[in-house]
């Protein structure tokens, strides 16, 4: 089966960098869109950034500008560069892909992103 499994996550102070990475294994399979979720306490999950197989991107409002999502298909991965972090970031983040095979979506374990003021 496929899983997504995830890395980069960490405690930065406000102002920071960080580079989350999301690679799928097991079958070889082929992604359409690969996205970014995130989920903070008491809230509920919503997207941060999408990329598509045909090399679109989008954003999230709230992050638009200072993230930046990227991917290697060769390696079934896509990044989330993040920059000028602020404390309203912190949340677990989630890499979701879509198979390009049956449109099934997989769900990456989640990383917790910790952004200190």
């Known amino acids: 089966q496929v899983q997504l499994v995830e890395s980069g996550g960490g405690l930065v102070q406000a102002g920071g960098s960080l580079r989350l990475s999301c690679a799928a294994s097991?079958?070889?399979?082929?992604?359409?869109?690969m996205a970014w979720y995130r989920q903070a306490p008491g809230k509920q999950r919503g997207w941060v950034a999408i990329?598509?197989?045909?090399?679109?991107?989008d954003y999230a409002s709230s992050v638009k500008d200072r993230f930046t999502i990227s991917r290697d298909n060769a390696k079934n991965t896509v990044y989330l560069q993040m920059t000028s972090l602020k404390p309203e970031d912190t949340a677990v983040y989630y890499c979701?892909?879509?198979?390009?095979?049956?449109?099934?979506?997989?769900w990456g374990q989640g990383t917790q992103v910790t952004v200190s003021s």
């Open positions: 990329s598509t197989a045909g090399g679109s991107t």
């Open positions: 097991g079958s070889p399979v082929s992604f359409n869109r």
């Open positions: 979701c892909f879509e198979s390009s095979q049956d449109g099934k979506t997989y």
